[in-house]
């Protein structure tokens, strides 16, 4: 029987993927995260498929971490706040070394620990568990706090989602930040202007999102979420507002279900699990796209 790495790497024609490649690593994110919601029956793929690249610029460009000594003290921190596109950061963790690619296959079975929402819990790389929405930026902003307090430059990264963004914690947390003058301290937004059941705007509206992030003290800029050149320039800005004082955000404007034609801006795929004819579908299109 052919391995699940095999499988999924089988587009590549026994060559070794170049998970370095912010382009490939998205990639192998969208097609991991297609097996592991296939084999898993799970669900989420449309919000793992959206947050792709931002999550390969950060391992592949940005985050200072080291997968032969995860627990370095002075890696920078990244905490998925979105925990149900867990998917997305365990197959990027594994495709650039962190454990092997092989171990993808158990995610969400009975006893694996790659649950479905992203745990901490012998996972190597992996700072904390999330899922329950509206709290990793908390998170994120109580480690921004301590690194400063201990005269320490590494940074933290925090990825939310739109929908969270509804929370009150999430603007109780902004409002810290900017009186804590944690500088140090990015939060990406994935906006891919959807949420469990609906759009953004029929559920609880957020624009004008920019402006209010400027209001509540934070650097705001807002980029295409899948442009990994334009991410990187925002990410370059972001690490660039060091000694401002004031948190910075990046608002990326994505597609929910994005690479997937009949899965782009489809609510069902918030929940829904690609089997069958829908399955093979997608890993046709998925495979055509193979940078």
Same mark, same amino acid.
């Given at each position: ?45 449309? /919000?793992?498929? /959206? ?29 998925? /706040? ?9 197959? %990027? ?58 005269? #320490? ?13 509804? #929370? ?7 409002? !810290?930040?900017? +009186? ?14 959807? !949420? ?13 999102? #920019? ?24 990410? %370059? ?34 929940? *829904?699990?690609? +089997? ?7 890993? *046709?299109?998925?495979?055509? +796209?193979?940078?």
């Amino acid at each position: 029987m052919e391995s699940y790495e095999a499988r999924v790497h089988s587009a590549f024609g026994g060559r070794t993927p170049d998970a370095g490649d912010p382009r490939v690593l998205a990639w192998l994110i969208r097609r991991n995260g297609l097996e592991m919601a296939h084999l898993s029956r799970g669900s989420h793929i449309g /919000s793992v498929f /959206s947050v792709a690249e931002i999550i390969a610029v950060l391992y592949a460009r940005v985050l200072r971490v080291d997968p032969a000594a995860p627990k370095m003290p002075d890696r920078d921190r990244l905490i998925l /706040s979105k925990g149900h596109a867990g998917s997305a950061v365990y197959a %990027a963790l594994a495709e650039t070394g962190f454990f092997p690619v092989e171990e993808l296959s158990t995610h969400y079975a009975n006893g694996s620990r790659l649950s479905g929402h992203v745990s901490h819990k012998g996972v190597p790389g992996v700072e904390v568990s999330t899922g329950s929405l509206g709290h990793g930026l908390a998170v994120g902003a109580g480690m921004a706090l301590g690194a400063r307090m201990d005269s #320490e430059a590494w940074r933290t990264f925090v990825v939310l989602g739109d929908g969270e963004c509804d #929370e009150g914690a999430v603007w109780e947390t902004a409002l !810290q930040a900017a +009186q804590f003058r944690l500088d140090r301290l990015i939060a990406v937004v994935d906006y891919n202007h959807m !949420q469990s059941l609906d759009f953004v705007k029929n559920t609880l509206a957020l624009e004008p999102f #920019e402006s209010k992030w400027r209001d509540f003290g934070w650097n705001a800029l807002s980029c295409d979420g899948h442009d990994v050149n334009g991410l990187e320039k925002a990410f %370059a800005w972001a690490e660039g507002n060091a000694g401002t004082g004031r948190p910075s955000v990046i608002l990326a404007n994505t597609v929910k279900g994005k690479g997937v034609s009949f899965m782009e801006n489809d609510i069902l795929w918030h929940y *829904r699990t690609p +089997q069958g004819e829908e399955y093979e579908a997608a890993l *046709r299109e998925l495979e055509a +796209q193979r940078p």
